[in-house]
């Protein structure tokens, strides 16, 4: 089985701009969750969306949002983009219940200038 | 409120050696997972090993073992047998409902160094 894929691995934007981020989770998984991972604040949950609704959201500003595709595939996008936004985004996609592992992407680097 | 506490920030081992890493966690919620993840310089998160709230033994996977003490709240990590390839960030995670779907939150991580 394919692993969690995302696109792109690199991005350099600028402040004020905006960046959408994708995920394509392992066939069969309706559960994908975006993480933010900084040096300062670690691995922080941003949300999580299953069968297309997003079920559950992290403590991030509007700016922060997301969308799933009926193929479960996952968009992020972050706008108005300001310098603390520069992080690792990691996006691990699951069968959807508590104890199913999350099986996790390489990540997106993203730098805001 | 739910967290997660890694209390140690840095850890060496002796290649062959055993090491464990700690993690206590804290909920009110009587049904949780429990999960430990390896990243590498490379950045991927590696799922190691998953425990339940409600199993009866500790979680084995391979080297990986996980010392659950469910009265204390603490899901420690043993590694056995150290390898180089072991030098790693870990993370302990946990995963319980919460608004009708799940959230997993993570502790600080421990990085581990293997030395030959």
């Known amino acids: 089985k394919a692993g969690v894929t995302q696109t792109p691995r690199y991005l350099i934007k600028t402040r004020g701009q905006q960046v959408t981020l994708s995920c394509s989770p392992i066939?069969?998984?309706?559960?994908v969750s975006w993480y933010q991972q900084t040096p300062g604040q670690g691995l922080q949950f941003l949300f999580e969306y299953f069968s297309e609704t997003q079920r559950n959201k992290g403590n991030f500003p509007g700016r922060f949002s997301g969308r799933q595709f009926s193929n479960s595939r996952s968009e992020m996008n972050v706008s108005t983009l300001e310098l603390g936004d520069s992080a690792l985004y990691l996006c691990?996609?699951?069968?959807?219940?508590?104890?199913?592992?999350?099986?996790f992407g390489p990540g997106t680097r993203l730098t805001v200038l | 409120a739910q967290k997660i506490t890694q209390t140690q920030p840095g850890m060496f081992v002796q290649e062959k050696e055993a090491v464990t890493l700690d993690c206590t966690y804290d909920t009110s919620d009587p049904s949780y997972g429990l999960f430990w993840y390896k990243q590498p310089s490379s950045g991927e998160m590696i799922f190691l090993i998953y425990?339940?709230?409600?199993?009866?033994q500790n979680a084995t996977e391979g080297r990986y073992s996980l010392n659950f003490q469910k009265a204390r709240k603490s899901a420690n990590l043993v590694i056995s047998a150290s390898q180089l390839g072991d030098s790693a960030m870990y993370f302990c995670a946990m995963r319980e409902a919460n608004t009708g779907g799940f959230k997993t939150i993570f502790g600080a991580g421990t990085r581990l160094f293997v030395k030959a």
């Open positions: 066939s069969g998984h309706r559960s």
């Open positions: 691990a996609s699951s069968l959807g219940q508590a104890s199913d592992t999350q099986y």
């Open positions: 425990q339940g709230s409600y199993d009866q």
